[in-house]
T-cell receptor
Framework: KNEVEQSPQNLTAQEGEFITINCSYSVGISALHWLQQHPGGGIVSLFMLSSGKKKHGRLIATINIQEKHSSLHITASHPRDSAVYICAVSRESNFGNEKLTFGTGTRLTIIP | NAGVTQTPKFQVLKTGQSMTLQCAQDMNHNSMYWYRQDPGMGLRLIYY???????DKGEVPNGYNVSRLNKREFSLRLESAAPSQTSVYFC?????????????????FGSGTRLTVV
């Protein structure tokens, strides 16, 4: 079983819909990261959070440490939101460094 | 623009050839990383460098070497490329330890290098 599981793997929605992508993890973490990758593109960090909720524009990320679960929400979705969204968790490792473990991503397609 | 710069963006190699992927960051980050991304799998860590002058193996280091030339630059070398190394490679940096103004700072990734070994 992967340490980081995302659902759904693929999601297609109409423009304007409210989107939720879920991430569950099975290890103790120091932080959880949400990343965005457009087709053929680089990876952009959206959020890093260790508790509660963060909001940036139409994107909201929440985390429940006790349940080992995080959600990424997109309000008023737009075709430009079409991308792969990746959840990653960081854990402390040797010498003050940290290790990132990645989920396999959720491919989101927003239809105009 | 501030960020992580990777070169080249695309490369085709023949089996047995060597090459070096270059990565540079201008954010004064201590830590730098090389990941590979393969279809159906999460990104996997090849090597990382916690600070200038130090490097450590990640999950999949076999067939690769790295050099942390200075605080800005972290290169990845394939000495004898194999088809199994066909992948998209990402360099990343992070301001570990996260103190002061870096306390809410995550990771910055480069735009990736798409490598095909034939």
């Amino acid at each position: 079983k992967n340490e980081v599981e995302q659902s759904p793997q693929n999601l297609t929605a109409q423009e304007g819909e409210f989107i939720t992508i879920n991430c569950s993890y099975s290890v103790g973490i120091s932080a959880l990261h949400w990343l965005q990758q457009h087709p053929g593109g680089g990876i952009v960090s959206l959020f890093m959070l260790s508790s509660g909720k963060k909001k940036h524009g139409r994107l909201i990320a929440t985390i429940n440490i006790q349940e080992k679960h995080s959600s990424l929400h997109i309000t008023a979705s737009h075709p430009r939101d079409s991308a792969v969204y990746i959840c990653a968790v960081s854990r402390e490792s040797n010498f003050g460094n940290e290790k990132l473990t990645f989920g396999t991503g959720t491919r989101l397609t927003i239809i105009p | 623009n501030a960020g992580v710069t990777q070169t080249p963006k695309f490369q085709v190699l023949k089996t047995g050839q060597s090459m070096t992927l270059q990565c540079a960051q201008d954010m004064n980050h201590n830590s730098m990383y090389w990941y590979r991304q393969d279809p159906g799998m999460g990104l996997r860590l090849i090597y990382y460098s916690a600070s200038e002058g130090t490097t450590d193996k990640g999950e999949v280091p076999n067939g690769y070497n790295v050099s942390r030339l200075n605080k800005r630059e972290f290169s990845l070398r394939l000495e004898s490329a194999a088809p199994s190394q066909t992948s998209v490679y990402f360099c990343a940096s992070s301001p570990l330890p996260r103190t002061g103004s870096y306390s809410n700072y995550g990771y910055t990734f480069g735009s990736g290098t798409r490598l095909t070994v034939v």
